[in-house]
């Protein structure tokens, strides 16, 4: 049968990663053994107590109804304390948070929420790509705005100032940024809430990596007036090593919590009740969890300079993230024939910046999810090649 796929498809592609793990998969299947240091999968487990709670839990007999769509108190509460202990950010949790299933569901929630055909989005270049693919879903219209080294990986508020903005409905920030590694500070924030409320932008900020080698997490909200221009994402994916377990959550005014929620209680129905109450131990978590997690992903990092630089690659040591985000070496065409060239010479795969947008085209970025012996073995494979 030929059944045509809907136009809200056109110009969608497959995720790049499905696609480029698929003829990893095919490399796999012809013998070769590929090490894999492109995506951002944790490959550390939760605390051991997140998991006992959600062994108990599972094990009892009235856990298994389908959940309310705004979760359980028990998990806003946890949410509202960690929001207050962590970011200082005083949050009421019967109104203004939403816990999610990951906060990439949240993306495509908030687009499908607030955006009409013909609205238009800011959107970073490079940034995470879902941001594009959900505007585009939702009939909305991307519209980039490009971080560049130059500008330390920050918007230009100066030339966005003069762009028609007549049409911006919304606006997606993330900062640890992803791809770049770049650190949020009270100065952008404070920018992005001015911006926001000047223009009657909303400002979405997506914060999931804000504990990653960053010994100061910060939140958007945390800025004073936030609350009426912008809402804020978050997620246990990589904080607590959960990415399996699809928790993240929504904060923000009540208006906008409700009107998410209209579009959310539509898609799903609630979250696994032992998953919330694994959260609440997992949000419970005190700094020594957070420093255990970050002085591995120190060492690995360490491993990864070392890595770009037997490829020759620039990279700035003051990044934050789950992620190393280097510029290619002068000569080679852009960070896609970089990564095709290690990945067939030394069969170890690294993404290609472009990925992220056009302004990403000379750069790589290197994921921190592997054990250093994984990278000792990509470098020596490399450092192998190099001889021949
Ligand atoms: C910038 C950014 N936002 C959101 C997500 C999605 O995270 P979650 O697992 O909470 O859906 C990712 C995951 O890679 C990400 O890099």
Redesign the pocket.
């Known amino acids: 049968m030929q059944i045509a796929k809907s136009t809200r498809l056109e110009g969608i592609g497959e995720y790049y990663f499905s696609q480029k793990l698929r003829e990893i998969e095919q490399l796999k299947k012809a013998g070769k053994n590929i090490i894999n240091l492109g995506i951002?999968s944790p490959d550390l487990p939760p605390h051991p107590s997140v998991i006992k709670v959600l062994q108990d839990q599972a094990g009892l007999a009235n856990t298994h109804a389908y959940q309310s769509y705004k979760g359980v108190p028990a998990l806003r509460n946890a949410i509202a304390e960690w929001y207050k202990i962590q970011y200082q950010v005083g949050l009421n949790p019967d109104t203004q948070i939403l816990p999610?299933l990951?906060?990439?569901?949240?993306?495509m929630h908030i687009c499908m929420t607030y955006l009409n055909e013909g609205d238009q989005v800011l959107i970073p270049n490079p940034?995470?790509p879902?941001y594009t693919s959900a505007v585009k879903l939702a009939g909305g219209t991307p519209v980039y705005f490009e971080l560049t080294e130059q500008n330390n990986w920050e918007p230009d508020f100066a030339a966005l100032e003069v762009s028609d903005l007549s049409k911006v409905k919304l606006m997606w920030v993330?900062y640890p940024q992803?791809p770049t590694g770049k650190k949020p500070s009270i100065e952008l924030f404070e920018k992005l809430i001015a911006f926001g409320k000047q223009h009657q932008i909303l400002i979405c900020h997506?914060n999931?990596?804000s504990f990653i080698l960053n010994d100061a997490p910060m939140s958007l909200l945390s800025i004073p007036g936030a609350m009426e221009t912008a809402i804020e994402?978050n997620?246990?994916?990589?904080s607590q090593n959960m990415?399996g377990w699809?928790?993240?959550m929504l904060c923000g005014a009540e208006d906008r919590i409700n009107e998410v929620l209209t579009f959310k209680s539509n898609m799903d129905s609630g979250m696994f009740l032992p998953v919330q109450h694994a959260a609440v131990a997992a949000l419970g978590l005190g700094n020594d969890w957070y420093d255990s997690v970050n002085e591995i992903y120190a060492k690995r990092r360490e491993k990864v300079f070392e890595l770009l630089d037997t490829i020759q690659c620039k990279y700035s040591t003051n990044q934050v993230g789950m992620f190393v985000w280097a510029k290619i070496p002068e000569g080679v065409k852009d960070g896609y024939e970089l990564s095709d060239q290690v990945l067939y010479n030394s069969n170890v795969f690294i993404t290609p910046g472009g990925i992220f947008g056009s302004a990403g085209n000379q750069f790589i970025r290197v994921s921190l999810c592997g054990s250093v012996t994984k990278f000792e073995e990509a470098i020596q494979r490399i450092n192998a090649q190099k001889k021949n």
């Open positions: 951002g999610l990951g906060s990439k569901e949240g993306i940034g995470y879902t993330n992803m997506d999931p990596y994402l997620s246990l994916s990589k990415a699809r928790v993240g």
